[in-house]
C-alpha cells in the first residue's frame, strides 16, 4: 500500500516540476525547481527501501522465503508412500527419573532397561527427554506436495504403551507448530497433540548462523506461539565430543510416537541417504535449550545439551494401531 502511494507521487512529482518552470511566475524562483530535483530524489530512495523491506515481509508472509534444505532424495523411490526431509537439531534433555515419572502419564510404563541398554554410561536415576527442533522439507506423496513448515516440542522416548515391558514408544504431547498451515496442525492435533500455532525465527529453515559468535559453528533457533503460551528458543555450537553415540540417535528417532494413545505415527527417518552420509552431514553440538511447554510447569533452560545436526529423509505412515508395534525394537 505504501509503495503505491510513493509511486502516484513519482509520477506526479516531474509533472509538478515541468508545470513549475513553465509558469510565468516561478520563473524568478529557480529554488523551486531544486525543491523538486531534491524531491524526488528523495521519493525515488524511499520507493526502493519500502519495495526491499515491504518485498520482504510479503515474501515471508505468502512463505516464498527460500529455504537452503537439500532436496528430497526419496521421493521417487517411494512415490506412493509419504517423504520429505527432516533438516535440524535434535539433543538429550537429561532430566531425573522422577520427574519424567510425573511427566509422563502414570499408566504408561517408563523402559530404563531399554536407554540403559544403549546408554550404559547414563547416569542413574535420570532420564534422557528430547527435544528436536525441525524443518519438514518437501513433504509429498502421490505426486502432491505440501508447503514446507517448522516444527519443535520435547518428547519422551523409551515409554511402555502396550505395558509388555519391551515395545519402546515416543510420547509426544506437544508441538509448536507453523502458523497458518492447516495441513500440518490438523495432522498433529488429530494425534491428541497440544499444538501451538507460531512464528520462527528463522521462518523457512531450521537454525541460523550465529554471526561473530566464540564457538564454531554456532546456531540458533526460536519458537514462539501466536498467544505465549508456549515457545523454545535453542544455541547450539559444533563439538568434537560424542556424549551419545549414532545408534541411540537411531533408535529413539525411529520410535513410533503417540500423544492420547488412541493411534501412532510411524516416522522411519533415513540415515543412509546423501543427506546424512554427505561431508557434515552430521555433526555433532552442544549448546543450551529454553522451553516453556506443556507438560513442563513454567519456563525451563538446560545447559550443557549434547545432540546431532543433521539432515535426514523420511518415510511416515500415519494413524496406525499401536498394538501393531508390538515387539518394535525403534532401530532403522
Not at 515491504?54 to 521417487?76: H, K, M, R, W, Y
Not at 523411490?77 to 520427574?99: F, H
Not at 526460536?222 to 533408535?251: G, I
Not at 520410535?255 to 555433526?283: H, V, W, Y
Request: aromatic share 12%; net charge negative; proline share 7%.
Amino acid at each position: 500500500m505504501w509503495s503505491t502511494y510513493i509511486d502516484v507521487a513519482l509520477l506526479s512529482s516531474p509533472v509538478l516540476a515541468f508545470l513549475t518552470v513553465q509558469h510565468p511566475k516561478m520563473h524568478s524562483k529557480p529554488s523551486n525547481l531544486q525543491y523538486f530535483l531534491f524531491t524526488f530524489v528523495s521519493l525515488l530512495l524511499l520507493r526502493y527501501a519500502a519495495s526491499t523491506y515491504f518485498g520482504t515481509s510479503e515474501q515471508i508472509l505468502l512463505g516464498t522465503c527460500t529455504t537452503v534444505d537439500q532436496p528430497n532424495p526419496i521421493a521417487s523411490l517411494y512415490p506412493n508412500n509419504a517423504t520429505g526431509t527432516l533438516n535440524g537439531t535434535v539433543a538429550v534433555i537429561p532430566i531425573s527419573l522422577k520427574l519424567a515419572r510425573q511427566l509422563i502419564p502414570p499408566q504408561y510404563g517408563i523402559l530404563e532397561h531399554a536407554y540403559r541398554a544403549l546408554l550404559p554410561n547414563f547416569p542413574r536415576g535420570m532420564y534422557p527427554a528430547i527435544v528436536q527442533a525441525l524443518h519438514d522439507h518437501e513433504v509429498q506423496a502421490f505426486g502432491y506436495k505440501i508447503d514446507d513448515f517448522t516444527r519443535t516440542g520435547i518428547e519422551f522416548p523409551f515409554v511402555d504403551l502396550l505395558n509388555d515391558n519391551h515395545t519402546s514408544f515416543k510420547w509426544a504431547p506437544s508441538l509448536i507448530m507453523s502458523a497458518g498451515h492447516e495441513i500440518a496442525l490438523k495432522g498433529a492435533a488429530d494425534y491428541g497433540t497440544n499444538v501451538f500455532p507460531a512464528s520462527f525465527e528463522p521462518g523457512c529453515d531450521a537454525y541460523r548462523a550465529v554471526p561473530k559468535a566464540k564457538k564454531p559453528r554456532t546456531t540458533s533457533f526460536s519458537a514462539l506461539s501466536l498467544d505465549s503460551a508456549a515457545s523454545l528458543t535453542t544455541l547450539f555450537s559444533s563439538t568434537e565430543e560424542e556424549h551419545f553415540p549414532l545408534s541411540f540417535f537411531k533408535n529413539f528417532t525411529n520410535q513410533p510416537t503417540f500423544a492420547d494413545g488412541k493411534t501412532c505415527d510411524n516416522m522411519i527417518r533415513l540415515f543412509n541417504t546423501s543427506l546424512t552420509t554427505a561431508p557434515n552431514g552430521i555433526e555433532r553440538v552442544k549448546g543450551t535449550v529454553r522451553a516453556n511447554i506443556h507438560p513442563f510447569g513454567g519456563e525451563q533452560e538446560w545447559r550443557g545439551v549434547y545432540g546431532l545436526r543433521m539432515d535426514t529423509a523420511f518415510i511416515e505412515n500415519n494413524y496406525l494401531n499401536c498394538e501393531d508395534f508390538r515387539g518394535y525394537d525403534g532401530l532403522e
